[in-house]
């Protein structure tokens, strides 16, 4: 787990602002301190458990350290965007309470947190039950989409999209999300489960086993990591990696295709999806906010939208789709975009 300090000139009051995103891949967590500095938490969502040498007794990892550790089991508990039995409720559960009690997230808080557009009643339930029972937002706690909040650190230095009309497109680990927003109001909210970060990750999973001729298959963590570390659609370069053999020794190997390959891949299938399904249900229910918003730069928001000339690239496949020039703006941190957004809405509740 990570903390970096911001100065944003908050005085500490009888309820801290704190802004949540507990994300299928990352959670976030922004809140400032009594001497005015924000606080960032950002963690891999994810633990591992292991049996003490010692004493026998079971231990857990969280995040990062967990990831590395133990990819052969470390346990994502909100794969698919949400907690979607009681046993990955209760791993999501204890994964946010050790956060907000490791890194001393205030109790006396203002929480808002940054919710996904899915349609599973019983997984929003869940994710409730997880933010209800944590040990934070004593004094008052709300949701707001998680769109909806990373679109506002992307519009403006305060809150100002919740005043605009605009469209935003959340790209995530777990889903894509698009909604049109109408002064805060979601308009034809769409979602899908089948363009995906994670998609990605299984893609290079499989483009290096059939790059190598089959003789290196990384698993998804790795993979991950070269999206995220590699992965460019301004200047991609290819990169070497080496993996220790099963009998002894290691071997080294070259990635030409196999990250953006999938990286293509994904963008193709995005832009089919916002131009061919979400915008023509949006036209057809609210032709003059259609109009309207798409006169406004889309917001682009979400994990992906990190990845260096992605946003550029979207832009320029969506304008070349509708046969019309879009604009794209994104938040400066995509990744932590959500969080941001949500905490601002919070300092609005508590009159800062």
């Not at 990819?71 to 039995?85: I, K, Q």
């Not at 869940?126 to 998680?146: D, F, H, K, T």
């Not at 070497?240 to 293509?264: K, R, Y």
């Not at 832009?271 to 259609?290: G, I, R, T, W």
Request: aromatic share 6%.
């Amino acid at each position: 787990m990570s903390a970096d300090d911001e100065t944003d000139g908050f005085e500490s009051s009888e309820s801290v602002p704190v802004g949540v995103k507990l994300g299928s891949t990352r959670t976030v967590v922004r809140h400032p301190d009594a001497s005015g500095a924000t606080q960032t938490v950002k963690t891999l969502t994810c633990l591992a458990t292991y049996e003490d040498a010692i004493t026998g007794s079971e231990r857990v990892l969280f995040g990062e350290q967990a990831a590395a550790e133990y990819p052969d089991r470390v346990e994502f508990m909100l794969r698919s965007g949400l907690p979607e039995d009681d046993e990955r409720t209760g791993l999501a559960r204890r994964y946010f309470d050790e956060l907000v009690e490791t890194n001393g997230v205030p109790q006396d808080s203002t929480v808002v947190y940054a919710i996904p557009t899915i349609d599973n009643d019983a997984g929003l339930a869940n994710l409730s039950s997880v933010i209800e029972e944590s040990a934070i937002g004593s004094v008052e706690m709300r949701s707001y989409p998680e769109s909806l909040c990373s679109s506002i650190p992307a519009m403006g230095d305060g809150i100002e999209a919740i005043d605009d009309v605009f469209v935003a497109v959340n790209m995530g680990s777990t889903n894509l999300e698009a909604c049109a927003y109408r002064r805060g109001e979601q308009l034809v909210p769409f979602s899908t489960g089948s363009v995906t970060g994670n998609h990605v990750d299984r893609r290079i999973v499989n483009n290096v086993e059939e790059e190598t001729q089959g003789r290196v298959r990384v698993d998804l963590t790795t993979a991950r990591e070269y999206k995220e570390v590699h992965g460019d659609f301004d200047a991609f370069e290819p990169f070497s990696d080496v993996v220790q053999q099963p009998g002894g020794g290691s071997h080294e190997f070259t990635i030409e295709t196999s990250v953006m390959d999938a990286l293509n891949w994904y963008l193709d299938e995005a832009v089919d999806s916002v131009a061919n399904e979400f915008l023509p249900d949006f036209a057809s229910e609210y032709m003059k906010p259609y109009q309207m918003s798409l006169s406004s730069p889309i917001a682009l928001t979400g994990g992906m939208a990190c990845l260096p000339g992605l946003a550029d690239e979207f832009r320029r496949r969506l304008s070349e789709e509708l046969d019309r020039e879009i604009e794209v703006v994104t938040p400066p941190e995509p990744d932590t975009a959500a969080a941001e957004g949500a905490v601002r809405i919070a300092k609005r509740l508590t009159g800062d």
